[in-house]
């Protein structure tokens, strides 16, 4: 394969993932109902790790 086919390719691929990053942009996203939960979980996850830091060190 030539640089000339391997450019050709690079060109038709960009091409191609613009036109479906367009069709993806242009649909809404839902607002994420669970960004509250996911928080929480995070929060719980973090206290966890740094009680059992806590309790390893001593």
């Not at 809404?28 to 929480?40: F, V």
């Amino acid at each position: 394969m030539t640089v000339a086919d391997m450019n050709r390719l690079e060109q038709a691929a960009r091409i191609s993932m613009g036109e479906f990053l367009e069709a993806e942009s242009s649909v809404e996203t839902p607002p994420r109902a669970d960004n509250g939960l996911a928080k929480g979980l995070l929060l719980a996850l973090t206290v966890t790790m740094l009680l059992a830091v806590v309790w390893q060190s001593t």
